[in-house]
């Protein structure tokens, strides 16, 4: 597996809550706790939002929940603003050959 | 908190060496994973690799015969070298700190490199 797998794009109204999946398989999200998310804005680097599944850095709004259920993470955005526009990337440490493994990364737009 | 810079060739001949370096202020290496990370335009992220702070180093298998990452403890520095690039090395070119291979918790701004003649 070279990816994990995301859904291309994701979109909602202001106020809105989204959810990006990241499916992947029991050698890497399945079997492990060290997933993370994060969102890249045009022309700038990732930034951290979740890790470890759940957890938030400090200075990350509260607005942004992460879960995990089997193979597949999942990112949950609620109130949704326009700042919140990018593409989000999921990321799992994984036991295959590729240690650290990304999602192939979701647009989304606050429409 | 670290902050990474960047710095390199922006242009690389094919069948060239890529060579790049990242540069830490702010913190020292500590007990942290040193990772290069990819992205050709306008597509996904690729780990490339990463070196701990005591010099073992892992490469993703797809890069591995081509690729090394070294570090300069007392420059605070640590460096990536892709040799025999084709454009399909093409891409922006991060340095990220990888906390026990968990998560990455600071990022350089990226460098855009071109393999072109």
């Known amino acids: 597996q070279s990816a994990l797998t995301q859904p291309a794009s994701v979109s909602g109204s202001p106020g809105q809550s989204i959810t990006i999946s990241c499916t992947g398989s029991?050698?890497?999200?399945?079997?492990?706790?060290?997933v993370s998310w994060y969102r890249q804005r045009p022309g700038e680097a990732p930034q951290l939002l979740i890790y470890?599944?759940?957890h938030r850095p400090s200075g990350v709004s509260d607005r942004f929940s992460a879960s995990k259920s089997g193979i597949t993470a999942s990112l949950t955005i609620s109130a949704l603003q326009p700042d919140d526009e990018g593409d989000y990337y999921c990321n799992s440490y994984t036991a295959g050959p590729i240690l650290r493994l990304f999602g192939t990364g979701t647009t989304v737009t606050v429409l | 908190q670290v902050q990474l810079q960047e710095s390199g060739p922006g242009l690389v001949r094919p069948s060239e060496t890529l060579s790049l370096t990242c540069t830490l202020s702010?913190?020292?290496?500590?007990?942290?994973?040193w990772s290069w990370i990819r992205q050709p335009p306008g597509k996904g992220l690729e780990w490339i690799g990463y070196?701990?702070?005591?010099?073992?180093?892992n490469y993703n298998p797809s890069l591995k015969s081509r690729v090394t990452i070294s570090l300069d403890t007392p420059k605070k520095q640590f460096s990536l070298e892709i040799n025999s690039v084709t454009a399909a090395d093409t891409a922006v070119y991060f340095c990220?700190?990888?906390?026990?291979?968990?998560?990455?918790?600071?990022w350089g701004q990226g460098t855009l490199v071109v393999v072109s003649s």
């Open positions: 990220a700190r990888d906390v026990h291979l968990q998560f990455y918790d600071s």
């Open positions: 702010g913190d020292s290496f500590g007990t942290y994973y």
């Open positions: 029991k050698t890497d999200v399945g079997d492990y706790n060290y």
């Open positions: 470890d599944v759940t």
């Open positions: 070196i701990y702070y005591s010099g073992t180093t």
